[in-house]
């Protein structure tokens, strides 16, 4: 009898330890960090930053099946960041605790958090990840540092924040000095506030109705898809202050023709211009990294070739002597380029260079077959495979040419000293002077053995743009500027 008697007790003794040992979890999310979840309280704990999560491509949290039963996090001293879906779909999570100290909050972090009403970011935050906090239903209260450099897209979206009116100045959504959103009812130009440190992912997503921005030098990064799709954007000043521009920022803006690079840029994502067929970029002459020449974007020693936006207005281009690679998108989706001369100086074509290239026919390069063989051409070039190569294409780099316009004229000269002695004897060279729709207004052609070519072209309210090309004698016409001139006569 006393032998069951202590059976029985030593049974429910057991029963009542076991929801203790369920309730209690831990482990490692990160190379020196660890996690431990008991009563829906998790804390994070140690040195160095979280492991990042992303449960589409099998990466998930040693959290995901007890994510319900959190209701507190808590972040200790140490941590540097928040994992990329390290929190998301935590439904009933209403407080989160992060240490002075924290560096970075993921993407998707606390994505779907859909009762946590505020969270208090420290000052030591330098960038938050799109949609960071995307879908958390009732956070009303969220305060994002000075100190924050760059912030995803959507980062708020369907938050009471941004559901809140009076959360709106003259209907731009701020959260401190971050334009999180844009009014979209703005038209015309559009002046970001001074003081502003960072534009947010697709703050000005889809406004058709801005013409152009000028962006303050307090800015320090313009978010990804921040312009993406601004149909009636024809102009940009990014400012002296900016250090990064997003991928795709001014993607498919298809009517921007100017933008301006102020000084202190650092880092151009390589698909920042994505789909923008008119554009001409300048460059600060005091930036460091950067350059331009005749609105292409290269590197500070014109040895890379960035990023090529003119197909529209000028389908034949010239790569510049000296130029050592082509960069990874550099002609993506130039679909109008048709002809593209490349000089021996170059040896690697960056990934996705030409990609979507469908116009080009013609690749002109300076060496012969082997020197092309050698090239590093990385992936998704097809169309540079498909197009006809012309091996020791002895085209020199395009000239400079003048337009003056004086009493009703349009006076046109173009040196032609670059040219050998065969290339110009009995060459014919003529201008062709163009409306905006491409159009041919006038022409003007002589056969001329000199240096110099000049012609005069009557005035014209429609002319847009001029090109001075050569009849080469294999029978392609070449254009010989380096340039479609952009006259805009009638502005």
Not at 202 to 221: C, H, K, R, Y
Not at 404 to 432: P, Q, Y
């Amino acid at each position: 009898m006393r032998r069951s008697v202590s059976f029985i007790l030593s049974f429910l003794i057991f029963l009542f330890l076991i929801p203790s040992c369920v309730s209690a979890a831990g482990g490692q999310c990160g190379n020196n960090l660890t996690w431990s979840l008991s009563d829906g309280i998790l804390i994070i704990s140690g040195a160095g930053d979280m492991q990042n999560f992303d449960s589409s491509y099998g990466y998930e949290c040693p959290w995901q099946e007890r994510k319900k039963e959190i209701n507190r996090i808590i972040i200790d001293k140490g941590v540097t960041s928040v994992g990329s879906g390290a929190f998301e779909e935590c439904v009933n999570l209403e407080n989160v605790t992060l240490p002075s100290g924290l560096i970075s909050i993921g993407n998707s972090a606390f994505l779907g958090c859909s009762v946590l009403p505020g969270i208090d970011i420290p000052d030591s935050v330098t960038s938050i990840g799109e949609r960071a906090f995307e879908n958390c239903k009732k956070l009303a209260e969220i305060s994002i540092p000075d100190g924050v450099m760059s912030i995803g897209y959507s980062v708020i979206a369907g938050t009471a924040y941004l559901a809140d009116p009076k959360n709106r100045t003259d209907g731009d959504i701020y959260i401190g000095k971050h334009l999180i959103e844009a009014d979209p009812e703005k038209t015309g130009k559009y002046y970001v506030r001074d003081g502003t440190k960072c534009i947010a992912g697709m703050a000005f997503l889809g406004n058709e109705n801005i013409t152009s921005v000028q962006i303050p030098d307090s800015v320090v990064s313009v978010g990804k898809q921040a312009f993406y799709g601004c149909g009636a954007l024809e102009s940009v000043d990014v400012g002296g202050g900016a250090e990064v521009i997003g991928e795709k920022a001014f993607g498919n803006c298809a009517v921007l023709t100017s933008v301006k690079i102020g000084q202190n840029v650092k880092n151009i994502n390589s698909e920042a211009f994505f789909e923008c067929g008119r554009l001409n970029i300048e460059v600060a002459p005091e930036n460091s990294a950067y350059s331009s020449e005749d609105g292409v974007l290269f590197d500070k020693d014109k040895t890379e070739l960035i990023a090529y936006a003119k197909d529209e207005i000028r389908p034949e281009y010239s790569i510049p002597n000296g130029v050592e690679s082509i960069g990874d998108y550099a002609f993506h989706n130039c679909e109008n380029l048709t002809s593209v001369i490349i000089p021996e100086s170059v040896t690697n074509i960056g990934f996705s260079a030409f990609r979507e290239c469908a116009g080009l026919k013609d690749v002109y390069y300076n060496g012969n077959k082997d020197n092309w063989d050698a090239l590093s051409i990385a992936e998704y070039n097809d169309c540079l495979s498909s197009a006809e190569i012309h091996f020791n294409s002895n085209i020199t780099s395009p000239a400079k040419s003048e337009f003056v316009i004086d009493n009703n004229k349009i006076c046109v000269s173009t040196d032609l000293g670059g040219l050998s002695f065969e290339e110009r004897k009995n060459a014919v060279v003529f201008a062709a002077l163009y409306d905006e729709n491409d159009a041919v207004l006038d022409a003007y052609s002589a056969v001329y053995n000199g240096t110099d070519i000049k012609g005069e072209f009557k005035f014209s309210d429609k002319a847009d743009h001029i090109m001075v090309f050569i009849w080469r004698k294999d029978g392609s016409l070449r254009p010989i500027t380096d340039t479609c001139e952009y006259l805009a006569l009638y502005n």
